[in-house]
């Protein structure tokens, strides 16, 4: 992949964004960047899998849609809550062996849901494999975007974040038809296993750009800026750019409806199609592909409309935004069950992931260096608190008062406002490229 061929002058605000020259080779970068996808594809087939399990849990401890839905919404919660601090430890310890020591905890988190003999015991498991994600997410990307150059994050990281989407569709998919001939604690057993391998195989990763090393040479290796010390300089950092913080609310607000059909479109299915489990996971799992495809492809495309112009990065998630409203909430209101409705869903789908890959890459582009990983868990935490850990959670109680088709049709409106809120970072985000390039600059000439 490389920048693409355009017949015009380059953006200035791009260009002035900071260096695109990577510190490793292209090959080593990209060995990286699958074994993190390959932890990463653990992560989301351990913490999207136990939708398979719905249909037994509920039968087997008569638990209500609002209890099922808890037990995703506990992951984003911890995951929120955890973010920032792990993340922080990764800029200051180890990014590499965060990831490490991550992977393993929600591995062993995995593994306790399979034995657990009680709604209480697993809602705590849960918990804890959220712990585990907390700190991979953040070091991982922060990992990948110093080995990367910046013309080409959005896509790295979107490619990476489409690890979610096809981990949900192997859980979903795998986990539904291992279900149906095992119990449902063998199945969640089976899959908990991976993630250790993977953890251990990590710790011969070299990161180029050690917190270790920036400590020592006061900069973060190839970027040239200082990086904030101390908790509240952090803190004013990840928020001192109007962009970042635009862009924080804007991708969780999309993530609310991302985080919806996740979880609730197999049981959806279920009843309106009248599919058995299986079949409704294997359904489902395309619309689930469809939005990994969004985040991959939306994301380059991002990268590109970006290099034509900075704001455009941020511009074309706003659209598709939109666009998956005016796809999905007619699709559940008003579209009666069949390929029509089937075809709504799934191009839906497929646009409302268009802001998982460019809003972390944005608010990277906008912070200094030093504090990468903490501004992927600043991003994390936004996203999961009020998006990845609202959409299962207030779809499952509007369910229980509304009906699961109104619940679905209802929380697309919040596309809505992730275009407006994106459409306003657009608007600031060229300004926010320039006083970052400007704040390094000093630092690059020394």
Known sequence: ????????????????????????????????????????????????????????????????????GALVSVVSVTVALGALPLARLADRWSRVKSISL???????????????????????????????????????????????????????????????????????????????????????????????????????????????????TGADAGDGAAPP??????????????????????????????????????????????????RAGAVAAVAIIASALGTVVLGNLADRAGAVRSRNKLLLPAVLALLALALLTPAFAWVPAGPLQLSLIVAGAFCVASAVGPVPAVVIDVVDPGVRASAIGMVALVNNLFGLAVGPLLTGWLSDNHGLPAALAVTPLCCAGAAAVLWYASRTYAEDLRRQADRAQPAATL
């Not at 399979?114 to 991979?136: C, H, N």
């Not at 150059?149 to 949900?168: E, F, K, M, N, S």
């Not at 803190?235 to 609310?249: D, I, N, P």
């Open 229 to 278: 010390v101390g908790l509240r300089a952090v803190t004013a950092e990840l928020f001192r750019s109007r962009t970042a913080v635009a862009t924080y609310l804007g991708g969780a607000l999309q993530l609310v409806v991302l985080s919806t059909l996740f979880a609730w479109l197999p049981s959806y299915l279920a009843q309106a199609y009248g599919y058995t489990h299986t």
């Open 1 to 68: 992949m490389g920048t693409p061929s355009l017949h015009q002058e380059p953006d200035p605000d791009v260009e002035a964004s900071g260096p695109s020259t990577p510190p490793v080779s292209r090959r080593y970068a990209w060995y990286v960047f699958t074994l993190a996808f390959a932890l990463a594809l653990t992560d989301f087939i351990d913490r999207q899998i136990i939708v398979s399990a719905f249909p037994y849990l509920k039968s087997e401890w008569d638990l209500s849609d609002t209890q099922l």
């Open 102 to 216: 991550m992977g393993s905890v929600w591995s062993l988190a995995a593994l306790g849901c399979a034995v657990s003999t009680s709604y209480a015991q697993l809602f705590a498991a849960r918990a804890a494999l959220g712990v585990g994600e907390a700190g991979y997410g953040p070091a991982g990307g922060a990992l990948l975007a110093g080995m990367f150059p910046q013309r080409l994050r959005a896509t790295i990281i979107g490619a990476l974040q489409a690890a979610g989407p096809l981990g949900a569709v192997i859980g979903v998919v795998c986990g539904s038809l291992m279900m149906s001939h095992f119990s449902w604690r063998m199945t969640l057993a089976v899959f908990a296993a991976p993630g250790l391998l993977l953890a251990l195989m990590f710790l011969r990763v070299r990161d180029p750009h050690a917190p270790s090393r920036a400590r020592a």
